[in-house]
């Protein structure tokens, strides 16, 4: 995150030299990335096959992660959705 926020400001400087302009810069939810552990998605994925539970991989990141992503920058884990469908655990 450091490296694309110091090449952002850079991107900025530059531009704002060129074109005479005048900039500040304000950061605003600034939060560790969440990554995810290979061996932890494979237990997840694991589990989803044993209980016969549909699984739909993402090919683009979640936005909303900012939590997790303290706890994944120290021990390892894997963010995953859980959607239930309606009636899918009824008891009737």
Not at 74 to 87: D, E, S, T, V
């Amino acid at each position: 995150m450091e490296i694309l926020s110091s090449n952002a400001e850079k991107l900025i400087e530059k531009s704002a030299e060129k074109n005479n302009l005048k900039y500040e810069i304000e950061w605003v939810e600034e939060f560790p990335a969440t990554i995810n552990n290979n061996e932890c998605v494979n237990t997840i994925r694991k589990a989803a096959e044993e209980n016969k539970f549909d699984l739909h991989e993402v090919e683009t990141p979640f936005r909303w992660s900012e939590d997790f992503g303290q706890f994944t920058s120290r021990y390892p884990g894997a963010l995953f959705r859980n959607w239930i469908r309606k009636g899918l655990f009824s008891t009737s």
